[in-house]
């Protein structure tokens, strides 16, 4: 059972010339990094970054990505990346995320990742670490 | 209603050291990119490459992305990509893939993209293009 | 004859986690891109960017780059990227980078990129075109 | 005093979509990766590759890098990239690079590469390790 939660940041991405292809857009790959961004900017905004899990001993590998684009992204634009925490029971950190232009409800793009916690000696934690649930706790989601 | 063929290419992929992140394995974003050249593989095997189709008119841009992760790449590893094509009645062309080891039945990571058709002045096509129709009954898709 | 002028933009790079390579620092082919942020925002901030250039008929192809590394980035590191507008006689874009960390003089990379006109056929411009000489009036570079 | 040697290996790169600019050229940042592809190629081919040499304890940093752009790859080209080994003699690894189509002798792009041995401690040394020594010997180098 996951629920899309109030808690979120939102970061602006501009589509640098590297990232355009052929097509004259934004090459399909790199939303993914997009994503990336905006989990990185909500681990920081909310204490939960790959730093701060790297120091209670664990990593937290990507098991799942998923991308829908509606439309494009052309060289010059910026976009607005929302990271959304999704809240599940399963020893899982569940992003959504949507990408829309600055000041536009339309959406460009909408995806998600899933991740899971693995231990020092790489072993997948079929558990939520203590120091994760304490955060849920902290932040309202427990 | 989509139903898995016997049509595939497969592709060797060779880790670079580039693509290892901080963890010591592959960025989970590149996987997009060994997506990309078993998809390219196939386009050129089978005469549906990207310049094949834009000779027709037609550009064929992602709308869907997704990728499953089972296992993690290192550095000097080399994978196995396996493009298959998926037949399915909407104006799309949908590919499953899979990432193994050589000479392994273990699947690393298992993924799929869909792309639509639009022509030359971006708009999409709610029907298969003729072109595509008869090449999938030169291929025994249809 | 090549001088260094007083002309330049800086911009913040946030390393990545996909941009930290398996020694734990950024891959050093990533520099190159942060050269191109610091010159595209060069670029839109001195109304000499890609689109402006290319709104004259003309494209500006790299045909040349080079990076010297002294230190390392880090993952969760901010780096201040400048790009200095040299001045030269031949019908060249020249730029000049440092990369530092915020509020730091050590310098953790520099390096330089060099641009040539070509026009809408392709063909190399052996003369500046007459919009950028005028844009190097206005500038005061000339 | 750098001199060129016979010693060398040459791979294929086939130009993705992914690698394409807006320009419908391969961007520029990714010949840095072609250089790396080729001198990975010549790491594992000559026994001097990234690992092998982390077995010694060092790691071999790029402290230089540098291309110089002829002409351009498009989306489809297949390019040969020569990775060939410099003799000097500071305690520095230096490659030449050149890409060129097959069976073409008009250079695309060439540069280097020069890379620094550090410790386990990140101490870079002054003089070659001794296995680094033993190699040149080896292969005639010396």
């Known amino acids: 059972m996951e629920e899309i939660t109030e808690l979120f940041v939102e970061v602006n991405v501009e589509v640098k010339f590297s990232e355009v292809d052929a097509l004259q ?13 905006a989990r990185e900017a909500f681990g920081k905004q909310y204490g939960i970054g790959y730093l701060d899990i790297y120091e209670h001993g664990f990593t937290i590998p990507i098991v799942q990505v998923s991308c829908n684009y509606k439309a494009a992204l052309k060289y010059g634009d910026t976009a607005v990346v929302r990271c959304t925490y999704v809240k599940t029971l399963p020893a899982k950190i569940i992003f959504a995320f949507t990408i829309k232009k600055p000041g536009s409800d339309t959406i460009i793009a909408e995806g998600s990742t899933v991740q899971v916690f693995l231990d020092d000696k790489g072993i997948l934690q079929l558990y939520s670490p203590e120091f994760y649930d304490k955060w849920k706790i902290k932040m309202n989601l427990a």
Do not use: P
């Open 25 to 37: 857009i934004v090459w399909h790959g790199h939303y993914i990094r997009y994503f990336e961004d």
